[in-house]
Each structure stands twice: as C-alpha cells, then as structure tokens.
C-alpha cells in the first residue's frame, strides 16, 4: 500500500512537557518486486528454448527452490550475523545457485564444443547469469564497497566451480561413477577456494589500499585476504552445498543424466555431440 503515512514520536516525560513530537508526514512505497523477480525471468526464458521444450527440463526449478529454501531456513541460525550482510551473502549464494541452473540449461548448446571450449562457455554462463542475478537483487546506492566483495565472491565462486566440474570430469573420463565425480568435485573445490582467490586479494589491496579494502568487508568469511584455512573450507563447503543438487539432479534424472555426460564428455553417453529432442509441430 502506498500513500502518505503521519509518525508521531512519543514519550513519557512525567508532566514535563508535552508527550507527543510534531507530526511528522512523510509517503512511503513498498519496494518493487521486479528486480526479485528478473533472475527468476532469466531462467523461464532459458526454459522455452527449442533444446528445454520438454516436461523434463522443468525439473532444474527443484534444486534451485532447494537452494532457496535452505538459505531462507538457514538464516535465523546467524543471528549474531548483521542483518545487511546476512541479506549479501544470502542474494550472492542464491545468485551463483541461478548461474549453475542457466548452465544445466544451455548445456544441450554447449556440449557440441570441444573439452576447452565448453570451460570457456561455461564460465561465461555460469559467471555472466550469476552477476546477472546479483546486480538486480542488489543494493547500489548505499553498498558500493560490500557489492563490489560480493562480486568478488561470484567470480571466485563460478571459476571455482567451473575449475572444478572440468577437473574432476577429466578425472573421471575413464571410470566413471557418481560417486567418484562427487568425491573429486569436493578435492578440486577446495584446492580451488586455496589457491584461487589468491589473485583477487592482490587486485583489491592495490586497487583499494590495504586498509581501506579490510574496512570494507562485511564480515571475516568473506575477509578472502585473510581468511583462514577453516573459512577457505567453509567456503569450499558451500560452493559444494551448492552445486551438488544440480548434480543429484543430473545422477536420479535420465534427460539432465544424458546432459551432465555430454557437456563434459563422461564415458557412457550415446555420443560426444549431445542432440538436442526434435519438437514435434
């Protein structure tokens, strides 16, 4: 409901004066709803393309709800957590979520190209679908400094993710199992939380100084030019966290199945060349 609103300050001053402030009038709107929907826009323009005009490709909208609900559930049991920061993490988590479900998405398009040039692309949607949906939800006028680490983690966490996925492919390229796949996506993403951000520390310090990038992190998970190896763990722990419905999905689901071995080549698939269903007229 939008209109004007009339606030009145009120206090108990024992009959020293009046109780009442002057009325103060001011018209308050409810934020929009759009930018929250956009990201979801994005995916129901992925699923009318002519390779996902099928019942099956809709059941990439189950490990995303599920991504979504956890963080929802989850967020209560950090309380001690500031509520903006808490709200960050939580739009850049779910963002990254929406980035692995463009990627399952375009797959069909993508596994035509050779081993390198499916990295590539998959970075490219992955990454680009991801900060997509990070900068409708986010908060540009009053968070440029946090946006810009949130950022920071998007990039870590769709080159690790992508870094991962290739790796552990290759690993599997002979003996395959999603049991095996599993365990070396869980090696690579932790390797990857290591080693990678490495670069983006450097890139901040200098860019921003030292001590005016440390000021601005929300909070020490995210403090990447410091962080321990516990935080590079628990960063490692929801990256897997989130990539791994996706990959349940690919291992129980017989079309994301056919998909998840054609993109990166894993033995058992009819064909290198994943085709697309025909649609019938």
Known sequence: MTGPIR???????????NNDSVPANFTWTP?????????????L?????????????WWVLVPLAAVTGVDLLLRPAFSSVPSEGLEMFGVAFTSLAIGVAALWL??????????????????????????FAYACRAD??????????????????????TLAMTVAALLCRKRYSPLWLSLWMAVCLVAGWVLIPLPFV?????????????QGLPYPLLRVASASAR????????????????????????????????????PGCASTKFVPPLISE
């Not at 390198?116 to 900060?131: D, E, R």
């Not at 540009?140 to 993710?161: D, H, K, S």
């Not at 450097?202 to 440390?214: D, K, P, R």
């Open 31 to 43: 934020p929009s709803i759009i930018p929250a929907l956009l990201p979801w826009t994005a995916v």
């Open 106 to 131: 375009a797959a069909p398009y993508l596994s035509r190209l050779p081993r390198k040039g499916v990295f590539f692309l998959a970075l490219a949607v992955l990454g680009l679908v991801s900060f």
């Open 231 to 266: 935080d590079r763990a628990h960063l490692a722990v929801l990256n897997f966290a989130l990539v791994m419905p996706f990959f349940l999905l690919a291992f129980l689901e017989s079309h994301y199945r056919q998909r998840l071995r054609a993109l990166w080549h894993l």
């Open 202 to 214: 450097v890139f901040g310090s200098v860019a921003c100084g030292w001590e005016s990038w440390w």
């Open 140 to 161: 540009w006028e009053t968070n440029e400094r946090e946006n810009f680490v949130f950022l920071t983690f998007l990039a870590c966490g769709a080159l690790i993710a």
């Open 45 to 57: 323009l992925l699923l009318v393309l002519p390779v996902n005009r099928c019942a099956s490709a």
């Open 7 to 17: 606030v009145v300050a009120s206090a108990d001053l024992g009959g020293m004066g």
